[in-house]
């Protein structure tokens, strides 16, 4: 087991996002990571970055030392106890793991003893040490370097550096060539996007009454807009994410925002200052265009002193925003150098398919993919949404069908800026290409180019004729269309591919510490053995596509021969067909689910099975089965689900839940851009 103890030369180093965005990145290499932070200094046990290991990075670790015990046991000369404190701390946060990451204390004035304790700390853990700085302008390099000469002459050893808030014009390069020796770990750009608070957290700074809650925990505020002048010189000031600031009694502003709000501007809120509200005849006029989303606060102070006091909310992560502390993690794996931080690793002999590891592989074999995927409800805002960050980080060529002008709009509103690499195209121009060859593919069901065209219309036909014709590489959608209307144009005009007689579906459950595949829990509702089996060999190739050794586990209502019934019979003639056609596969049944996810029950219940207890592909009887057991695991043990994903296709079509998220349509399409590489092998 390897320690990288990460230690500030300066205050306000971020060092807490940095900390937690190596642990991510070394996750998604695959590595079991411990995560310890000795000491707290905001005076509760349970600080944050413990709580944001646990609670986002899935790390089981230990409760910190706090700040007063820590200064009680200094004052009373009981260093030595102090450091035999944190060292059983922090060697109970590296039970199981490959590497641990441990948190230094940050820089504080107000304590002395802060920089002499993190060396102590680390030298006597012997961990290696990782300087962590701001790097707002170039006095950070030379920074850096007086700092690791002062460690090195104190018997510490340096694993590497990473410059955080980099200002945009920060020269990685010069950076990695002036420290020489030292290795670089990365250079992460400032992103005042991560520092956007929720719209709830400056109330709660403000102490301000939520008149209108509206979206109030998922709207942020990246700028505070003071009216103070006519509403014509405020509209331009009106966009998204901006915190509208007024008086009530300044109808001309409050007419304003409404008519924003109306026209779909995703608005931070609205703040009322002076302990005003808005004049009863403004908000009977304006209810429905105010009734958005919008939130709409309350305080008793004047605007400038509302103003003063927004500017100083704290920068720190709230406790409770997951979103945006998933993004900030994400945002410092993707600036780190892995390839730097894995050559400072000792690594193991072997990894696992922890969820960071599959979310972060997902992405790299999509961009080596580099597929052109087709979204047919282009002008859908979170599609819109999805395909911008496709396009920005390469994930995949994704093109919008739908009229540019209304997209553009869609984007606006949302605050979105959408690349001019991205791909729109509007049906209306493209729709008589595709009707002979529509026409051709079902002219044995009797299909007419006149009915052909009429079919067209639907984007998602359209979008299925543009996979059929190897236009585009995938198909994505169902944000807004039902699972039916997704796959019938790709079964009557794309089909099976050879050796599959039908279509399933998988879902990728991403457990705190590995990865299952489910299946079917999507299309079939209640498929004979001959299908099930099918499914399993289907779904037990996905897996190991996407990284997931297969050991695959029919599950039923019995283990063996305990039970009986037409359902058991069902899936043991399944289990047996599919063990023929891949006498190779690690594949048991009928086992009952804990048999096959518990090893303590597979041990009385199944002990001969080689798949009994370690289960990675999970096969349901019926679709009731296995729509309510992936549901149930997914809401109940709050674990992210990407799927589902179609297979049995000769190209990949994948439909969407209509209440899927941004970062689903995400996966989902990276998921088709593999699956599209796949097909061509």
């Excluded at 087709?374 to 002008?379: A, N, R, S, T």
């Excluded at 984007?411 to 991205?422: C, I, K, R, S």
């Excluded at 269309?481 to 399933?504: D, E, F």
């Excluded at 149930?632 to 969407?656: C, E, T």
């Amino acid at each position: 087991m390897q320690t990288f103890f990460l230690a500030p030369t300066r205050q306000n180093v971020g060092l807490t996002s940095v900390a937690l965005g190596v642990v991510r990145a070394l996750q998604r290499q695959g590595l079991r990571v411990g995560f310890a932070k000795p000491v707290t200094q905001d005076d509760t046990a349970n600080e944050r970055s413990v709580h944001f290991a646990r609670e986002i990075c899935k790390i089981d670790c230990p409760n910190a030392l706090t700040t007063a015990q820590v200064v009680s046991r200094i004052s009373e000369g009981q260093i030595d106890e102090l450091l035999e404190d944190i060292v059983s701390l922090c060697m109970s946060a590296a039970k199981d793991a490959d590497v641990l990451i441990i948190e230094g204390l940050h820089t504080d004035p107000s304590f002395s003893y802060t920089t002499r304790l993190n060396v102590d700390i680390a030298r006597t853990l012997h961990a290696e040490m990782v300087l962590v700085t701001s790097a707002q302008d170039v006095s950070a390099v030379m920074e850096v370097k007086l700092s690791a000469a002062q460690l090195l002459s104190a018997g510490c050893t340096i694993a590497g550096t990473i410059f955080n808030k980099a200002a945009p014009d920060f020269d990685a390069a010069a950076a990695a060539f002036a420290l020489e020796d030292l290795p670089l770990w990365g250079v992460i750009r400032n992103n005042p996007a991560l520092l956007a608070p929720r719209t709830l957290d400056v109330a709660r700074h403000l102490n301000a009454e939520i008149v209108v809650p509206g979206e109030i925990s998922k709207r942020r505020v990246l700028e505070t807009v003071i009216a103070g002048r006519s509403a014509a010189e405020v509209i331009m000031r009106l966009n998204p994410c901006s915190l509208i600031v007024s008086s009530g009694d300044r109808d001309d502003v409050m007419l304003a925002t409404a008519l924003a709000a109306s026209r779909g501007i995703q608005l931070a809120g609205l703040l009322l200052t002076h302990s005003s509200s808005i004049d009863q005849r403004i908000l009977d006029l304006a209810a429905q265009a105010l009734d958005n989303g919008m939130p709409i606060l309350r305080v008793d102070s004047d605007t400038y002193v509302t103003a003063t006091s927004i500017s100083r909310i704290s920068p720190s992560v709230a406790a409770d925003d997951y979103e945006r502390m998933e993004s900030v993690l994400d945002g410092v794996a993707e600036e780190l150098n892995t390839d730097a931080i894995l050559a400072s690793v000792k690594l193991p002999s072997t990894t696992h398919m922890s969820p960071p590891a599959f979310r972060y592989q997902l992405i790299q074999k999509a961009r080596a993919a580099n597929k052109r995927i087709v979204l047919p409800e282009g002008d859908e805002p979170r599609t819109i949404k999805a395909a911008v960050i496709c396009e920005e980080k390469g994930i995949a060529r994704c093109v919008l069908l739908g009229k540019p002008d209304v997209i553009k709009s869609v984007a606006a509103a949302q605050g979105v800026t959408l690349p001019a690499t991205l791909e729109i195209l509007d049906p209306d121009t493209i729709r008589e290409k595709y009707v002979a060859p529509m026409a051709e593919l079902r002219k044995s069901k009797g299909l007419t180019e006149g009915q052909a065209r009429d079919q067209l219309q639907d984007t998602v036909v359209l979008g299925t004729m543009m996979l059929a014709t190897n236009d585009v590489d995938g198909l994505v959608s169902g944000a807004v269309h039902t699972t039916a209307s997704t796959v019938r144009p790709a079964l009557q005009l794309i089909k099976t591919a050879p050796g599959n007689s039908i279509v399933s579906s998988v879902f990728f459950m991403l457990m705190p510490d590995q990865v299952l595949v489910y299946g079917d829990c999507a299309i079939n509702p209640d498929p004979n053995a001959a299908e099930l089996a099918e499914i399993a060999l289907q779904s037990a190739h996905s897996a190991k596509a996407f990284g997931v050794e297969p050991r695959v586990a029919m599950i039923s209502y019995s283990t063996g021969t305990s039970g009986a019934g037409a359902d058991v019979v069902k899936v043991a003639e399944a289990t047996a067909i599919a063990k023929e056609r891949a006498p190779d596969l690690l594949l048991d049944g009928p086992l009952q689910y804990d048999a096959a996810s518990v090893m303590d029950v597979a041990a009385s219940k199944a002990p001969n099975s080689k798949v009994a207890g370690k289960a990675t592909v999970f096969i349901f009887p019926d679709l009731n089965t296995g729509n309510t057991t992936y549901k149930a695991v997914q809401r109940s043990a709050n674990v992210v689900s990407v799927g589902p994903m179609l297979q049995g296709l000769r190209k990949p079509v994948n439909d969407l839940s209509r209440g899927a998220l941004v970062d689903d349509i995400v996966f989902t399409i990276a998921l088709t851009a593999i699956q599209a590489d796949a097909s061509k092998v």
